[in-house]
């Protein structure tokens, strides 16, 4: 049925409700030597908990949103200024 899924764990259906999606990732190094050495950030993934034994169910990798720059001929004119 659309907006259900069935545990991983225990077999039983329940709903996908927005309000309990959370982001889960990946456990990474942190610090300032891997992010030095390049290496990729931790690999995030849309998820919920089973409501009837409280385990997690991963849904789907989670993609990074592309964030556009824009320049306007105000912020062009106050650049060459500098």
């Known amino acids: ?3 259900m899924t069935t545990c991983k764990i225990c077999g039983r259906d329940f709903p996908l409700i927005a309000e309990e999606h959370y982001v889960a990732r990946d456990s990474e ?3 300032v030597i891997p992010a030095l050495s390049g290496q990729e950030e931790a690999t ?3 998820a919920f908990d089973c ?3 409280g385990c997690q169910n991963i849904m789907q ?3 990074f949103a592309l ?3 824009v320049f306007t001929e105000d912020e062009d004119e106050e650049e060459e200024e500098k």
Do not use: F, I, L, S
């Open 44 to 46: 995030q993934y849309d």
């Open 1 to 3: 049925m659309k907006g």
């Open 61 to 63: 990798e989670r993609k």
């Open 29 to 31: 190094k942190k610090g």
């Open 51 to 53: 409501p009837h034994c």
């Open 67 to 69: 964030e556009a720059t």
